[in-house]
T-cell receptor, first 112, second 116 residues
């Protein structure tokens, strides 16, 4: 879904399906990107990262795709499980050495 | 490894009082610590960056006299919300990096502040 104001984009999937969460970033100077998972009432948890010299990186059940041409990042989760239900944020470094700027977030709900 | 704790996890205070939140790196030395604020259903907004032994660098729009940050040691940073008001109610999250200029940040569990 599209984000409007304070409403988080949401994605609802069935357990076992693959999930794709998208993120558009704005700073063309960004050369490092991270996906975080945040469960309700907790701090963000690192999932996977990617540098701008790559367009794809795979982890355990997760894949991150980077399209620098259109400044788009996606997170693919294979065989989504109920424990994957959370808000997912992308973050970019804006070309800086240490500061991260977080995207709006997407609420993923996995239905059993 | 790379565990960051925050204390307290929840705090309720009266308007006009000050509240201190602690952020500790438990198994590494944090050369840089970050403080974020997160309102419900919104993203994390960076408030300030602090390096051990030096003054914090605040993001635009964040009042340094209201949000006092102290990074006195390589394992501890504190955020004090002075003269808190209801609009300061939020989820405050710290993160820490174990290398200067590194991208990797390890996040704490957050502190829920409610000002009545």
């Amino acid at each position: 879904g599209e984000s409007v104001g304070l409403h988080l984009p949401t994605l609802s999937v069935q357990e076992g399906d693959n999930s794709i969460i998208n993120c558009a970033y704005s700073n063309s100077a960004s050369d490092y990107f991270i996906w975080y998972k945040q469960e309700s009432g907790k701090g963000p948890q690192f999932i996977i990262d990617i540098r701008s010299n790559m367009d794809k990186r795979q982890g355990q059940r997760v894949t991150v795709l980077l399209n620098k041409t259109v400044k788009h990042l996606s997170l693919q989760i294979a065989a989504t499980q109920p424990g994957d239900s959370a808000v997912y944020f992308c973050a970019e470094n804006g070309g800086s050495n240490y500061k991260l700027t977080f995207g709006k977030g997407t609420l993923l709900t996995v239905n059993p | 490894g790379a565990v960051v704790s925050q204390h307290p996890s929840r705090v309720i205070c009266k308007s006009g009082t000050s509240v201190k939140i602690e952020c500790r790196s438990l198994d590494f030395q944090a050369t840089t610590m970050f403080w974020y604020r997160q309102f419900p259903k919104q993203s994390l907004m960076l408030m300030a960056t602090s390096n051990e032994g030096s003054k914090a660098t605040y993001e635009q729009g964040v009042e340094k006299d209201k949000f006092l940050i102290n990074h006195a040691s390589l394992t501890l940073s504190t955020l004090t919300v002075t003269s808190a008001h209801p609009e300061d109610s939020s989820f405050y999250i710290c993160s820490a990096s174990d290398r200067t200029g590194a991208y990797e940040q390890y996040f704490g569990p957050g502190t829920r502040l409610t000002v009545t």
